[in-house]
Nanobody, 123 residues
Framework: VQLQASGGGLVQAGGSLRLSCIVSGHTSSIYAMGWFRQAPGKEREFVSGITWISGATYYANTVKGRFTMSRDNTKNTVFLQMNRLKPEDTAVYYC?????????????????WGQGTLVTVSS
């Protein structure tokens, strides 16, 4: 499984960005996809997740109500729509895939990772 994330950039506080992650390879082994982020000097943290077949979603409290994760199975792509961005959302965002059921929130439960895309939110 290979993941290619894109869509990061520089945006002012209150603005929006949409991240994309294209999935290729053995997609039939995927149960769920996740977005994680890592700010400078901090550990990588869970942002959101979605089950590949049913589309059920789960969000970290810090982004709930502002971020929306979705997927387009016909294009093997997942998205993260980020609205009302805050400076504390600044980080490198990574998409990840797992064959573990449910929506894991720990990085160790995701064996497949994209290369990351930088999101910078200015105040």
């Amino acid at each position: 499984v290979q993941l290619q994330a894109s869509g990061g950039g520089l945006v002012q506080a209150g603005g929006s960005l949409r991240l994309s992650c294209i999935v290729s390879g053995h997609t039939s082994s995927i149960y769920a996809m996740g977005w994680f982020r890592q700010a400078p000097g901090k550990e990588r943290e869970f942002v959101s997740g979605i089950t590949w077949i049913s589309g059920a979603t789960y969000y970290a409290n810090t982004v709930k109500g502002r971020f929306t994760m979705s997927r387009d199975n016909t294009k093997n792509t997942v998205f993260l729509q980020m609205n009302r961005l805050k400076p504390e959302d600044t980080a490198v965002y990574y998409c990840a895939a797992t064959g573990i059921s449910g929506i894991p929130t720990m990085t160790r439960d995701y064996p497949y990772w994209g290369q990351g895309t930088l999101v910078t939110v200015s105040s």
